[in-house]
Nanobody, 119 residues
Framework: QVQLEESGGGLVQAGGSLTLSCVAS????????MGWFRRAPGKDREFVAS????????SYIDSVKGRFTISRANAQNTVYLQMDSLRPEDTAVYYC????????????WGQGTQVTVSS
């Protein structure tokens, strides 16, 4: 199985920055893409960003475009989420996930890392 471990969350003031990391281990060789999701208290999990493993094509939810940057280090099986100009509404538990093929849903969820943005 694939295991994902998120790190880098914390408490930051509005306008500040954080960089999240997610390291994949186990059976990761078939990865098509990896993504970041988040779940705010009382809210459903939502997609934030994704990146294809081979081509590096990125996708973002509109609310984070221009503020967040997803990247990856393929050799290290690591995906990053650079978050700038953070807003209180970005407060959530952030999860990374893996998509094995273009036809597969995201899965292999990590445990999540808490991001709290204070005003």
């Amino acid at each position: 199985q694939v295991q994902l471990e998120e790190s880098g969350g914390g408490l930051v003031q509005a306008g500040g920055s954080l960089t999240l990391s997610c390291v994949a281990s186990g059976r990761t060789f078939s990865t098509w893409s990896m993504g970041w999701f988040r779940r705010a208290p009382g809210k459903d999990r939502e997609f934030v960003a994704s990146i294809t493993w081979r081509g590096g094509s990125t996708s973002y939810i509109d609310s984070v475009k221009g503020r967040f940057t997803i990247s990856r280090a393929n050799a290290q099986n690591t995906v990053y989420l650079q978050m700038d100009s953070l807003r209180p509404e970005d407060t959530a538990v952030y999860y990374c996930a893996r998509r094995a093929t273009p036809a597969s849903p995201f899965g292999s969820w990590g445990q999540g890392t808490q991001v709290t943005v204070s005003s």
